[in-house]
């Protein structure tokens, strides 16, 4: 792809706010249309504006078609992170970059092929917080008599859990992490190839593998959560959920949070105290987090 043909996006790189842009050209046997609407360049353009995320534009020159995507950084940060947008991902790692302000894109690929250490805590505490989510609605569906629903639900728990095991290899996990894991682990890969392919019935098979992954879970959950104790430990005063999302380090993971903080209390691994708050009720007191 000759980038010359993108000149007409330079006056983006003149808008205030823009990050750099990047442009993902599919071609030969490796292009499949359909995966990305058909058309075969995905220019991402990315900006520091979260108003102007989710905003398209569709072009044309001569017989190329363009999709132009806008993306705030953290929205970008975050799929990386969770691996959640594949087609972000990999256009990301794998395009042209048209511009890049103050090398933030070169840094964030580097970060990301080096597997960082703050990246791997971020994706393990990710992973881990899914796992366990996941863990809760196998066990909720199951006591409701919904077989195929917690099916289902301990399904994505294993796949979770394997992701987990691939990080603690010091390895980003990948999307296929079953052919990655094969010999990597094979107690995991086990109850995966038990619980899709045994001969018990659907139910037996889900309570099965719902025991190993809570057992799992309990053991894991100090180690998984050192993103979050580390903030925790730095911190001279308890700290609020509000204060915690806005972390640098945890601002990613935010969505998880309210879960984790919670199981992480009953478990005794971090501790709560309450405090005044003058714009709450009188009887109201905000919960706050610490570590001893």
Same mark, same amino acid.
């Given at each position: 792809? *000759?980038?010359?043909?993108?000149? +007409? ?19 030969g ?9 058909? +058309? ?7 900006h520091?504006? $979260? ?5 398209? #534009?569709?072009?044309?020159?001569g017989?190329?078609? @363009?999709?132009?995507? @806008? &993306? ?11 691996? *959640? ?5 990999? !256009? +990301? &790692? ?19 092929? /080096? ?8 994706? &393990?505490?990710? *992973? ?8 809760? *609605? !196998?066990?909720?569906? =199951? ?6 629903? /917690?099916?289902?639900?301990? =399904?994505k ?18 999307? !296929?992490?079953?052919?990655?894991? #094969?010999?990597?682990? #094979?107690?995991?890969?086990?109850? @995966?190839?038990?619980?899709?392919a ?31 104790l ?14 915690l ?6 601002? @990613? ?5 309210p ?15 309450? $405090?005044?708050?003058p714009s ?13």
């Open positions: 792809m *000759e980038l010359s043909n993108l000149s +007409f996006l330079s006056e983006e790189s003149d808008n205030q706010g823009v990050v750099g842009a990047i442009a993902y050209s599919h071609s046997e490796h292009f499949q249309g359909s995966l990305m609407q058909d +058309f075969e360049v995905y220019v991402l353009i990315l520091e504006d $979260s108003s102007l995320h989710n905003k398209i #534009r569709h072009s044309i020159i017989e190329l078609r @363009y999709q132009i995507v @806008y &993306m705030d950084w953290m929205k970008l940060n975050r799929d990386l992170i969770t691996g *959640e947008n594949r087609s972000v991902t990999e !256009a +990301f &790692m794998d395009g042209d970059i048209l511009w890049d302000r103050d090398e933030k894109i070169h840094l964030l690929r580097d970060s990301v092929l /080096a597997f960082a250490s703050k990246m791997r805590k971020q994706k &393990m505490f990710y *992973e881990y917080s899914c796992f366990l989510n996941t863990c809760i *609605e !196998a066990k909720r569906w =199951l006591a409701d008599g919904q077989v195929i629903d /917690a099916y289902q639900s301990i =399904l728990s294993l796949k979770h859990w394997a992701k987990i095991v691939v990080i603690e290899r010091g390895t980003p996990p990948e999307q !296929a992490v079953w052919a990655q894991i #094969r010999d990597m682990d #094979r107690a995991v890969y086990k109850l @995966y190839d038990e619980l899709i045994s001969e018990e019935t659907l139910e037996q098979r889900v309570e099965l593998t719902l025991l190993a992954c809570e057992f799992s879970v309990m053991s894991k959950m100090e180690g998984c959560s050192e993103l979050l580390e903030v925790l430990r730095k911190s001279n005063h308890p700290v609020s959920l509000a204060e999302m806005m972390n640098p380090d945890l601002m @990613y993971c935010h969505e998880e949070l879960l984790m903080l919670r199981k992480l209390v009953h478990r005794s691994i971090i501790k709560e105290t309450g $405090s005044w708050i709450l009720t009188e009887s109201g007191r905000e919960i706050r987090y610490f570590v001893n």
